[in-house]
């Protein structure tokens, strides 16, 4: 396993298709969380923002570098398909927990925030629940479901949208709505972390449901 993380880190970075992806993540995070001020967890949504969206377009960069040759030498290298797969969103993971600290430490030392360890915690479980949402939607949505990356573009904007903007929609859209309605972190641990289950369960069952697509077309 660890050779595949270390091999998807290598071709990720020799292709450098993680520079769009985390150069908009800094965008969006410099636009939405710069001179803030007041409570933490406005501040927390925003960034979290950002890297749901960057880990949905970094999924789909990362796990669709392979044409259909060159994933079958990994495969067959690996073993099995399922490793490459889990190998993949490890990688995933792995920098989306690096982009998180960034998302947690930006605002504090560009904005004037008063800062506790519960707010800390708090966009914490907020940063997981849109990375793994993200990654949940980038690997539905890679070229190992969608061959044509028209196709896959498309459902990845709509899946977007659709978790960010419908009200009420859990998990993305009501935990930014909880935190922006609410300044007391304390209070939104509990319903925070079970929206970061819920993402957990979003991720597990989009790679079983990659899994299974990719393994019908190999």
Not at 47 to 54: E, N, R, T
Not at 72 to 95: M, N, W
Not at 128 to 134: H, W
Not at 165 to 184: H, I, K, Q, W, Y
Request: hydrophobic content about 55%.
């Amino acid at each position: 396993m660890i050779a595949l993380i270390r091999y998807s880190f290598a071709t990720v970075l020799h292709t450098q298709r993680y520079l769009a992806p985390v150069l908009l993540f800094a965008g969006l995070l410099g636009v939405l969380t710069v001179n803030g001020s007041g409570p933490l967890p406005p501040a927390y949504a925003s960034s979290g923002g950002a890297l749901f969206i960057c880990a949905t377009w970094l999924t789909i960069a990362l796990t669709s570098l392979d044409d259909p040759a060159q994933r079958s030498i990994v495969v067959v290298s690996a073993g099995r398909s399922l490793k490459v797969l889990i190998g993949s969103i490890s990688t995933l993971l792995i920098s989306c927990l690096v982009l998180m600290v960034v998302g947690l430490v930006f605002p504090l030392w560009v904005g004037s925030y008063d800062v506790r360890a519960v707010d800390l915690l708090l966009g914490v479980e907020a940063q997981l629940t849109c990375a793994f949402t993200g990654v949940a939607i980038g690997v539905l949505c890679s070229r190992l479901v969608f061959r044509r990356q028209g196709y896959a573009l498309v459902a990845a904007l709509g899946l977007v949208m659709v978790l960010l903007f419908v009200e009420g929609l859990p998990p993305v859209n009501r935990l930014f709505t909880m935190m922006a309605t609410s300044s007391d972190s304390a209070e939104l641990l509990a319903p925070a972390g079970g929206m970061m289950a819920l993402a957990t369960a979003l991720l597990v069952a989009a790679a079983a449901v990659t899994q299974y697509l990719a393994s019908l077309k190999e």
